[in-house]
Structures are given as C-alpha cells and as structure tokens.
C-alpha cells in the first residue's frame, strides 16, 4: 500500500525559503523507474507541477521555477524534500506530493497516488 | 510544450444522467512505444486529487465502472455513464508534466 504525507511550515514570510518534506512507505526510492513529485494548487486554482526526482537521482524542475527549486531526495528515510527560495504571497497554495515511474523508454508518467497535501500560506 | 485544453470548464447533471468531458492536446500523445500516456484525475472537494484512468482507458484500482475513458492522438474523453452525487468535484486530464485546466461537475 503506496502513502505519501507531506509536512513543513503552514505560514512562511515573504523572501524567506520554504523547506516540505514529504515521508513515503509502500515503495522504495532505491527501484529503478520510480520517483517522487511535487505539484501545488493554489487556493480554487488548477494544479501545477513543481518538480521531480526518480531513483538515480535524475532530477527536473518546472521551468517557469526552476531557479528557486531544489528537490531531493534521503532513501533511507524514505523522504523527499522540496525546497522554495524567496516565497511570494502567490505561493500561497496546498502543497502534494505524488509517486511517479518513468518508463524503460525514458517517458515520466503521470502521479498515481498522491499525499494529502499541506496549504501553506506566505504573508507578513 | 504540450498544451491540454479541457471542455467544458463546468458542467451540471442530474443523478442518473451521462457526462461526458473532453480533453484535447497540442500535440498528439501516442509514444514511439505504442502507448498513449493520457490520464484523468478527480479532486472530490477538500481532497487530493485521485487517479481514475491512466494509458487513455484502463480504470485505476477501486475505480467503478462507470467511468471510462476513450481517444487517441490529440482527442480524449472521459465519460461518467450515470452520475452519482459522490461524483462532484473537478476532473483533470494530464500528460507528462502538463494539466488541463480543470472541469468542474456539480449536481443539479
């Protein structure tokens, strides 16, 4: 049975830098084709994909954010962690993280289950 | 990139009645492998999204068969044969990285 949960901070300062981590079981971060991704909603908006990490440490980002993501990732713990740089009121938003494979050809796929998702809130 | 274009963004049906939702992409999705990567989620409100149909038209786990999905190339739908009151939130196509907008079903 495949479960995500993600934690961090519910509300973060403009400029500062916004550290989730998200915890898996069901799964190893350790087998070939498989990864951990980061997607976010703001409030009564539609979903956005972030970024991703498969298990040989092959890492992508979104590239409208790129330069203020980093993801990665601790298979021991079974962890994944998502870090933002210089958070913004827009950023305000719930925060999932999903399983994902990657096919032998090279193709990502979509999520297949996901965490519940955190809302986190930037303002003064 | 990809662009998905989903319609209509909001749709209203009677319990018992067919819906039927569209989901077009820029560029046609079928792989080299001979596989279309096209998925349908469904956000129930307050809730993550839950997957309902991968590879165009296989149900998920747990997935009633009342959902189906069908398409190919650049042209998807996903269909609710009779709708129950559980089935309100909003569904989403996606491909790769890349979500529609997002249509919302209520019941009327």
């Known amino acids: 049975q495949i479960t995500l949960k993600e934690s961090g901070p519910t509300l973060v300062k403009p400029t500062q830098t916004l550290t989730l981590t998200c915890t898996f079981s069901?799964?190893?971060?350790?087998?070939?084709?498989?990864?951990v991704g980061w997607i976010r909603q703001p409030p009564g908006k539609a979903l956005e994909w972030l970024a991703l990490?498969?298990?040989?440490?092959?890492?992508?980002?979104s590239p409208s954010l790129k330069s203020r993501l980093t993801i990665t990732k601790d298979t021991s713990k079974n962890q994944v962690v998502l870090t933002m740089t210089n958070m913004d009121p827009v950023d305000t938003a719930t925060y999932y993280c999903?399983?994902?494979?990657?096919?032998?050809f090279g193709l990502g796929l979509p999520p297949d289950y996901w965490g519940q998702g955190t809302l986190v809130t930037v303002s003064s | 990139d990809i662009v998905m274009t989903q319609t209509p963004l909001s749709l209203s049906v009677t319990p018992g009645q067919p819906a039927s939702i569209s989901c077009k992409s820029s560029q046609s999705l079928l792989h080299s492998d001979g596989k279309t990567y096209l998925y349908w989620y469904l956000q129930k409100p307050g809730q993550s999204p839950q997957l309902l149909i991968y590879?165009?038209?296989s149900r998920f786990s747990g997935v009633p068969d009342r959902f189906s999905g069908s398409g190919s190339g650049t042209d998807f739908t996903l269909k609710i044969s009779r709708v129950e009151a559980e089935d309100v939130g909003v569904y989403y196509c996606m491909q790769g990285n890349t979500f529609g907008q997002g249509t919302k079903l209520e019941i009327k």
């Open positions: 999903a399983h994902r494979r990657i096919t032998i």
């Open positions: 069901g799964f190893s971060l350790s087998t070939s084709g498989v990864g």
């Open positions: 990490i498969y298990w040989n440490d092959d890492k992508r980002y």
């Open positions: 590879e165009v038209s």
